[in-house]
């Protein structure tokens, strides 16, 4: 019989160089000075989350715990080279030996250390996003699928699926019936390119991203002396934004902790906003559960934002049932209060966020320290339109504007073809949109297309649409033009019917790859409805046609995130309506995107700009004045997050985002929320202002109805 004796190091009493009564408030005084034992502490936005988690590592330190004995776990590597500079400042000499990183540098750290342990030499690769998708490429190849004949997913859709389902711990079927519905009868193949994935992964000697934490917790549940090993050494564990971690990350904390207890993890409930990307907000609300006897600690002092920004904060985070009830209260002095502004339709929203911002700039205020947020790209389709007439400079903080994304360039592709058949870029990148054509195949087409121009004399003039076509009519046929007289031409350069497009490419299939046969066939056909009455011209309906042809399907292949860009992509066929016609708009769009492209390389970095991004982009940031734009029901909230049922934890998601977008403000918030929009249809659709204005008090905001002023 044994038992274990366990030996208590010796400890002189604590001589404390800091401070710590003077450096921090009595919240965080508590939160960092906290005995031994398992901690939560909820820190409120603004309510300084960094310094209390680094004056925690120093006061551990300063107390006698060996520095080895401590984990400072992070999300970025930018958070934790703050902490751990921060922490050496702080005790005046430098801490090498102090464990601190990111879940995965740490990950990798161990498995460097075990990797025999699971089949793997120490000297293993990491596959980055591009080496993980050759992989993948690889295993479907083995699996004998060819992706764009059987509308398989592709391997950048793969890799998401592989990486989700790898932190949610769900099984690959599991993930596809819960979040990728559209696949959920390819399960089992999916699954079966999946292990082909694993097995390529382990003759490679290689793990990607997600792995570092995957094995890791695989080294830690089924190797008890490992397991054993990380349980004695790390005495105390620290984690940064808790709320953010998913099923993986939870467990390894839980498995890390099971021997001391002594785990303190520092995070906000209310700021919880990433379950789209795997994060699990029970880890942060369960923790008492999870561990009994655990100390709450909330730092509730916002050294931030005004009060009068703060009570709205706190009024819109109120009716969420699943949170720790905090109340946010000032340190600054009083200021202006918030602005509930109300607008007729989203050109009036963007001409009122345009006109304000340049009213603070003239009153001393800096572009830069305005932001716009918004729940969704496309909510900001006005504004950047607005923006740009008045050569009033922004910067979209994904660096990608809706303009540039590689979807909207596609759609916007097939409208210039129509409109301009001697656009050779956009022929050529509608052709390897098609299965098995690339370069070398577009050009090639492309040369054919010409030369049937060519050999039967078309010429392409500005005419009405023509009528649509059966391309599967076997007396269809190419009518050929006679060379039209130049003086004639001169005189009325419309006078002759305009050539029919679908024809001259029908004629060209011949130099199409057989693998791209049918494909062809349908970008013909979906060509000759876009040139006919009555689409050809109604750009809203142009769009929603390329969609239905085929581009939906285009999009679910490739794309995890399909179902955002198909939502993008009809909210352009409803912004596209204000245009009286295709070739305004099509106009409009080349000159915001050579534009923006002309800002972007000749204004110098420190040049001012009006911010504009989405909340989830925004999360951490401040600015001294915040518009939040688009607040209507289903648009903010979103329909899709909301769910056809109305989720509850959709919702409750959805206002923890309306809070994060509150928080970013310090001195001015406006909150915008227009009575219409144009719709898909023809027509404007009545909005409701979000259900999360309602919640809060009409005596905390001031009322702004936006009107236009007379010219004379």
């Not at 990491?126 to 592709?154: C, G, T, W």
């Not at 839980?254 to 995070?267: C, E, Q, S, Y």
């Not at 911002?357 to 006005?382: D, I, K, P, T, W």
Request: with cysteine.
């Amino acid at each position: 019989m044994s038992r274990d004796y366990v030996l208590q190091p010796h400890r002189p009493a604590a001589e404390l160089h800091i401070d710590y009564a003077r450096e921090l408030n009595p919240q965080q005084l508590a939160a960092v000075t906290a005995p031994p034992g398992p901690a939560l502490v909820i820190a409120g936005a603004g309510s300084g989350k960094t310094r209390t988690l680094t004056y925690r590592v120093a006061y551990l330190l300063e107390t006698g715990i060996p520095a080895d004995r401590i984990l400072l776990l992070t999300f970025t590597n930018k958070a934790a080279k703050e902490m751990m500079h921060r922490v050496s400042d702080l005790l005046g000499r430098p801490m090498p030996q102090l464990w601190g990183g990111t879940f995965h540098s740490i990950g990798n750290r161990i498995l460097r250390r075990h990797a025999d342990t699971l089949g793997f030499t120490r000297s293993f690769t990491i596959l980055d996003r591009e080496d993980a998708n050759d992989l993948i490429k690889a295993s479907l190849a083995d699996a004998e699928i060819d992706v764009k004949a059987m509308h398989f997913p592709k391997a950048e859709v793969l890799a998401d699926i592989f990486s989700m389902a790898a932190n949610t711990e769900r099984t690959v079927p599991a993930l596809l019936e819960k979040s990728y519905d559209h696949f959920a009868e390819l399960g089992p193949r999916i699954a079966d390119v999946a292990a082909r994935y694993v097995k390529r992964k382990r003759a490679a000697n290689a793990m990607d991203f997600d792995d570092l934490l995957a094995l890791w917790l695989r080294l830690m549940r089924e190797h008890d002396d490992v397991r054993e090993l990380y349980q004695r050494r790390f005495q105390f564990i620290l984690v940064d934004e808790y709320q953010d971690t998913n099923a993986l990350q939870g467990e390894l904390i839980d498995l890390l902790a099971a021997r001391h207890k002594n785990v303190t993890v520092v995070g906000d409930d209310a700021q919880s906003i990433y379950a789209w990307r795997g994060a699990n907000y029970k880890n942060i609300l369960e923790f008492p559960k999870r561990y009994a006897g655990a100390a709450v600690h909330k730092i509730e002092t916002n050294y931030r934002s005004t009060p009068e920004i703060l009570n709205v904060a706190n009024a819109a985070i109120a009716a969420n049932i699943h949170q720790f009830t905090k109340q946010l209260t000032p340190a600054r002095k009083s200021g202006e209060k918030p602005a509930l502004v109300v607008c007729g339709d989203g050109q009036q929203q963007a001409a009122f966020v345009a006109q304000r911002a340049l009213e603070l700039r003239e009153q001393g205020r800096s572009l830069n320290e305005m932001a716009v947020l918004y729940r969704s790209h496309f909510h900001a389709l006005e504004l950047q339109l607005e923006l740009t007439r008045r050569q009033i400079p922004f910067s979209i903080t994904s660096g990608i504007r809706f303009f540039e994304q590689a979807h909207v360039k596609d759609v916007a592709a097939w409208l210039k073809f129509v409109v301009n058949p001697r656009d050779e870029l956009s022929f050529r990148r509608l052709a390897q949109l098609l299965p098995g054509i690339g370069g070398k195949g577009a050009e090639k087409l492309w040369s054919a297309f010409g030369a049937e121009c060519g050999a039967r004399n078309v010429e392409w003039q500005t005419a009405p649409p023509v009528e649509e076509v059966n391309p599967d009519d076997p007396d269809w046929s190419v009518t050929e033009v006679p060379a039209p007289d130049p003086e004639s031409r001169v005189q009325n350069p419309e006078s002759a019917p305009r050539p029919r497009l679908a024809p001259l490419l029908q004629a060209c299939a011949r130099f199409a790859p057989k693998k791209s046969s049918v494909a062809w066939v349908q970008f013909v056909a979906t060509i000759s409805q876009l040139e006919a009455e009555p689409v050809r011209g109604d750009t809203a309906a142009m769009i929603e046609l390329v969609l239905e042809a085929g581009y939906e399907d285009y999009l679910k292949e490739t794309y995890a995130n399909f179902k955002q860009r198909l939502e993008d992509l009809q909210q352009l066929g409803s912004f596209a309506r204000q245009f009286k016609s295709l070739e305004e708009f099509l106009t409009q769009l080349a000159l915001l995107t050579n534009v923006e492209a002309e800002d972007q390389q000749a204004a110098p970095e420190d040049d001012e700009r009006l911010k504009l991004s989405t909340i989830h982009q925004a999360k951490g940031l401040e600015f001294g004045v915040v518009f939040v734009i688009m607040l209507c029901d289903g648009l903010f909230p979103s329909a899709r997050a909301l769910g056809e049922d109305g989720d509850l934890e959709g919702e409750e998601e959805e206002r923890r985002l309306f809070y994060v977008a509150i928080t970013r403000a310090k001195d001015e918030l406006y909150l915008i929320a227009p009575e219409s929009r144009m719709t898909g249809q023809a027509g404007f659709e009545m909005l409701l202002p979000s259900r999360f204005l309602n919640e809060i008090p009409d005596e905390l905001v001031e009322e702004i109805k936006v009107s236009y002023g007379s010219l004379y």
